[in-house]
């Protein structure tokens, strides 16, 4: 879900090719919701296996992130650890909102109105234990390396490429922004049509990036401002002020400079204030992950997609072959990096 400040923010259209040779780390959970939400029958419903098993977050690593490996990028999935005390709320209210979207797919469905019930579909999206630990094995299996952060996903992928082992962070979210990350990419898995709701009209997704420092500089504002801008919208860990969308917080940030300022002026409180603060600017982060992208074990992967989870093999091999030459390629250029 994420802060929602982007239409504020500088972004910059490019094409998967402008990312050749770029190193970029995955908010994991973020990119496998995304594929869960996305890759569906027409009526809603996700793919599955013939146990009844979702597949759709597992076509989406194995085809989208063979697509970019192609085009020469160099993809880390960093994976969600404990999340902080003060996001129960939030992960909650998600929770609820899966199943009450569940229940209108349902009716939907029931009456015939496919377009609804494939947008209340996409909505009940639940990312489960076993889909996690299926998308690693496949993620390993493919070799892609794999970071598991202490805490957030997106604090650990900002620290990434603040450090420079990464070129850029992505996330649909804005909240690698907020952790520090100086370059974040969004659209990176989600590159293609994509019909808008209710109309018979398609547009083309592509990449976009945004450079913290271009977006602080046009806001004229600091990173700290940035977060009390997001914390009166509202984030994953407080709930936004009354009636204060984007703009009218960052007219609040200007007048009065600090969230502390903007809160007595209006005589409100956000609980958790210096602790939720004090996460945006040091977040849990750890040093200790090997970086090492490998060759795709055909065997384990053609094992696992097609014997376990009734793949094509036929299109599993395809995609397979896509990856080994795209391996193979990037090697002959850097081989350090991929060995």
Known sequence: MGTD??????????ELSDLSNKTVAID????????????RQRDGTPLKDSKGRVTSHLSGILYRFTNLLEEGIRPIMVFDGKPPSFKSETLECRRKIREEAAIKRDKA???GLMEEAYKYAQASSSLEPGMVDDSRRLLEYMGIPIVNAPSEGEAQAAYMVIKGDADFSA??????????APRVVRNLTITGKRKIPRKNIYVEVKPEIIDLDKSLKKLKIDREQLIALAMCVGTDFNSGLENVGPKTALKLVHKYGTIENILESKGQY???LDEIKAFFMSPPVIDDYQLIWKLPDRDKIVSFLCGEHDFSEERVLKAIDRLETASKKSGQKTLDQWF
């Not at 400040?5 to 490019?14: F, N, Q, R, S």
């Not at 994991?28 to 890759?39: D, E, P």
Request: aromatic share 14%; glycine share 8%; net charge negative.
């Open 109 to 111: 469905k029931a009456a």
């Open 5 to 14: 400040i982007g239409e504020l923010l500088e972004k910059t259209p490019v």
């Open 171 to 180: 996330s649909q979210d804005y909240d690698s922004l907020l952790f520090g």
């Open 270 to 272: 956000i609980e958790g």
């Open 28 to 39: 994991a959970y973020n990119t496998l919701y995304q594929f869960l939400s996305i890759i």
